[in-house]
């Protein structure tokens, strides 16, 4: 036994850089050597539960022994995870063999769609649909996924953060298909809330001993108060001279509920504190994919972050104002935190990017939301009032104390599974499995339903219906050029329907891209005016999984994403 626990750490150390693994990591070891499977995870943010899973996995390639799986699949709910985590793995592959190939599966990224590399970071969306033979990125090789997914070690992590029922549902028919399949899977959480745990492995059997829950002594501290009045209201930022003063001289992240408000603060504390662009960053979802990485790769510049093992903390001022997509996942350390009230699981993930690292010691502060209108969105308005009422009552709190978190969150959220939706979904998902001869497309992952923006820089022009032909040709021309000169889907984003028809009736959105053959003019793509001259016309309507274009022209800054978007849909 002593001469396994020192094979596990000299592992940690030469490949990891991590000296004195946690004993949940040495425990999950063995249970994945052991195949002790399904296995679920529970441990604080930032105490290495990637590296627990990833651990035994890679020695497979020192030993060359592949008796876990000779591949992994590792599933997140957002791209921006998929994406940072996959870079910070290559990071360990290269120490142990410059061949162990780690690839990224997703819409933006689609290098894996057969799921044929060592490792392959992937969504939640891109899992199902590689699962049940409904991938467009295959071709006739519809089976190639599914067998793929047969034959790896399959890992859900972050299981928290999807807050639909629906998605729930769908991952807990996945997640019993592959127990009856024998496919060895992991769950890892940090802040999972008891009624999800039961609801996900209601009809699974899973020993005790593959229940690790992880309860680390925390060597960082952060202390953390409310503020009694919000952040925003009133189309005003309330920042107090205080607060701003600390933004000023602390490396700082502030993360609030809505677009909107992210793009108000920022543009305040950069007025404020006389910022130029190097020193502030803001980040959200509507940003095209270009713009979102070169803000995501900003913000990690600015923020101490760690690297090689060594914590690296940027000079001069450092402050990145953010939605939610900053919640998980991302590697960095912020020494002051402000952020809006949000349910307990979104609030310990946001206290997870300040005073990450051992040692370290950090402020949090808590502003309520504004009750006024629909202010409480994306989150229901019982999650943030039991979430205040909680703080109010436990006014010690140590967010940083991982029972004090499984308290916290299980005392105030009640996530689940629907029960009628999760049997409707795994019959839907055998009949994808057991009828090959035809390709599903009856699968759905989300209940929301996606649509893709293009944004391009152009002036509509002349709006009199005589002369929409030579407008429309004009506006081709723009969007062909725009075409030739870079990847376009480099100047889109995917985002909600809801958001698309907010857009459309401000009238931002008046022309759908159709990926149609036009062999009149030679092209794989046509433009379609969406919306009718005539009052008495009906509109053609906003319709999902279709590509629709924002004319950048005062409506969209590569600095602060849409400009006119009030949607309350992150």
Same mark, same amino acid.
């Given at each position: 036994?002593?001469?396994?626990?020192?094979?596990?750490?000299?592992?940690?150390?030469?490949?990891?850089?991590?000296?004195?693994?946690?004993?949940?990591?040495?425990?999950?070891?063995?249970?994945?050597?052991?195949?002790?499977?399904?296995?679920?995870?529970?441990?604080?943010?930032?105490?290495?539960?990637?590296?627990?899973?990833?651990?035994?996995?890679?020695?497979?390639?020192?030993?060359?022994?592949?008796?876990?799986?000779?591949?992994?699949?590792?599933?997140?709910?957002?791209?921006?995870?998929?994406?940072?985590?996959?870079?910070?793995?290559?990071?360990?592959?290269?120490?142990?063999?410059?061949?162990?190939?780690?690839?990224?599966?997703?819409?933006?990224?689609?290098?894996?769609?057969?799921?044929?590399?060592?490792?392959?970071?992937?969504?939640?969306?891109? !899992?199902?649909?590689? !699962?049940?033979?409904?991938?467009?990125?295959?071709?006739?090789?519809?089976?190639?996924?599914?067998?793929?997914?047969?034959?790896?070690?399959?890992?859900?992590?972050?299981?928290?953060?999807?807050?639909?029922?629906?998605?729930?549902?769908?991952?807990?028919?996945?997640?019993?298909?592959?127990?009856?399949?024998?496919?060895?899977?992991?769950?890892?959480?940090?802040?999972?809330?008891?009624?999800?745990?039961?609801?996900?492995?209601?009809?699974?059997?899973?020993?005790?001993?593959?229940?690790?829950?992880?309860?680390?002594?925390?060597?960082?501290?952060?202390?953390?108060?409310?503020? *009694?009045?919000?952040?925003?209201?009133?189309?005003?930022?309330?920042?107090?001279?205080?607060?701003?003063?600390?933004?000023?001289?602390?490396?700082?992240?502030?993360?609030?509920?809505?677009?909107?408000?992210?793009?108000?603060?920022?543009?305040?504390?950069?007025?404020?504190?006389?910022?130029?662009?190097?020193?502030?960053?803001?980040?959200?979802?509507? !940003?095209?994919?270009?713009?979102?990485?070169?803000?995501?790769?900003?913000?990690?510049?600015?923020?101490?972050?760690?690297?090689?093992?060594?914590?690296?903390?940027?000079?001069g001022v450092g402050i990145v104002v953010s939605t939610?997509?900053?919640?998980?996942?991302?590697?960095?350390?912020?020494?002051?935190?402000?952020?809006?009230?949000?349910?307990?699981?979104?609030?310990?993930?946001?206290?997870?990017?300040?005073?990450?690292?051992?040692?370290?010691?950090?402020?949090?502060?808590?502003?309520?939301?504004?009750?006024?209108?629909?202010?409480?969105?994306?989150?229901?308005?019982?999650?943030?009032?039991?979430?205040?009422?909680?703080?109010?009552?436990?006014?010690? !709190?140590?967010?940083?104390?991982?029972?004090?978190?499984?308290?916290?969150?299980?005392?105030?959220?009640?996530?689940?599974?629907?029960?009628?939706?999760?049997?409707?979904?795994?019959?839907?998902l055998y009949e994808c499995v057991l009828y090959a001869?035809?390709?599903?497309?009856?699968?759905?992952?989300?209940?929301?339903?996606?649509?893709?923006?293009?944004?391009?820089?152009?002036?509509?022009?002349?709006?009199?219906?005589?002369?929409?032909?030579?407008?429309?040709?004009?506006?081709?021309?723009?969007?062909?050029?725009?075409?030739?000169?870079?990847?376009?889907?480099?100047?889109?984003?995917?985002?909600?329907?809801?958001?698309?028809?907010?857009?459309?009736?401000? *009238?931002?959105?008046?022309?759908?891209?159709?990926?149609?053959?036009?062999?009149?003019?030679?092209?794989?793509?046509?433009?379609?005016?969406?919306?009718?001259?005539?009052?008495?016309?009906?509109?053609? *309507?906003?319709?999902?999984?279709?590509?629709?274009?924002?004319?950048?022209?005062?409506?969209?800054?590569?600095?602060?994403?849409?400009?006119?978007?009030?949607?309350?849909?992150?």
């Amino acid at each position: 036994m002593e001469e396994i626990l020192m094979s596990i750490k000299n592992f940690y150390k030469s490949y990891l850089m991590i000296s004195n693994p946690h004993k949940y990591q040495e425990f999950t070891w063995e249970c994945i050597k052991r195949l002790n499977f399904p296995l679920f995870i529970k441990a604080p943010t930032g105490s290495g539960k990637t590296e627990a899973v990833l651990a035994p996995f890679l020695s497979q390639f020192i030993d060359n022994n592949f008796t876990i799986a000779p591949r992994m699949i590792y599933v997140l709910p957002m791209r921006v995870l998929v994406n940072s985590l996959a870079d910070r793995v290559r990071q360990y592959t290269r120490r142990i063999n410059p061949h162990i190939s780690v690839e990224v599966q997703h819409g933006d990224v689609p290098n894996s769609p057969f799921f044929m590399a060592d490792i392959i970071f992937t969504t939640l969306d891109q !899992f199902v649909y590689g !699962f049940a033979r409904a991938s467009g990125q295959v071709g006739r090789h519809i089976d190639i996924p599914a067998g793929a997914i047969a034959s790896s070690l399959v890992v859900f992590d972050e299981a928290h953060m999807y807050r639909d029922e629906f998605t729930f549902s769908i991952m807990r028919a996945v997640m019993e298909i592959l127990y009856k399949s024998n496919i060895p899977f992991v769950v890892m959480t940090a802040t999972m809330p008891e009624t999800l745990e039961r609801s996900l492995f209601e009809n699974i059997n899973m020993p005790e001993d593959c229940k690790i829950s992880a309860s680390i002594p925390a060597s960082n501290t952060l202390d953390f108060y409310l503020e *009694k009045g919000p952040l925003y209201s009133d189309d005003e930022v309330n920042i107090p001279e205080v607060i701003l003063d600390k933004i000023r001289e602390k490396k700082t992240l502030i993360v609030v509920n809505q677009v909107k408000r992210a793009q108000k603060i920022y543009e305040d504390i950069k007025l404020r504190l006389n910022l130029n662009d190097k020193q502030i960053v803001l980040l959200h979802s509507r !940003f095209t994919k270009a713009d979102r990485k070169d803000h995501e790769e900003q913000a990690i510049s600015l923020i101490p972050r760690k690297k090689d093992g060594k914590i690296v903390i940027p000079e001069g001022v450092g402050i990145v104002v953010s939605t939610q997509v900053l919640e998980a996942g991302i590697d960095f350390s912020a020494e002051f935190l402000l952020t809006e009230l949000a349910p307990a699981d979104s609030l310990v993930q946001r206290a997870g990017r300040c005073a990450r690292y051992e040692g370290e010691r950090g402020e949090m502060v808590i502003f309520p939301v504004d009750g006024k209108d629909r202010n409480h969105l994306p989150y229901k308005k019982e999650h943030l009032e039991k979430t205040l009422e909680w703080l109010k009552r436990n006014e010690q !709190f140590n967010i940083k104390n991982f029972n004090e978190v499984c308290s916290f969150v299980n005392e105030t959220l009640d996530y689940q599974a629907n029960d009628y939706e999760a049997r409707d979904t795994l019959i839907d998902l055998y009949e994808c499995v057991l009828y090959a001869d035809s390709k599903p497309d009856n699968i759905q992952v989300r209940k929301s339903k996606p649509v893709r923006i293009l944004v391009v820089d152009f002036s509509l022009g002349i709006e009199n219906k005589k002369y929409r032909k030579k407008q429309k040709d004009e506006i081709e021309e723009i969007v062909e050029n725009s075409i030739k000169k870079t990847n376009i889907h480099e100047n889109t984003f995917d985002t909600d329907i809801g958001v698309a028809w907010s857009l459309y009736n401000k *009238k931002l959105l008046k022309w759908e891209l159709k990926w149609e053959l036009d062999k009149e003019k030679k092209k794989n793509w046509k433009l379609i005016f969406i919306k009718k001259d005539n009052p008495d016309e009906e509109d053609i *309507k906003i319709s999902p999984f279709k590509t629709y274009i924002l004319n950048a022209e005062s409506n969209y800054t590569s600095e602060k994403g849409i400009i006119n978007d009030d949607s309350f849909i992150i």
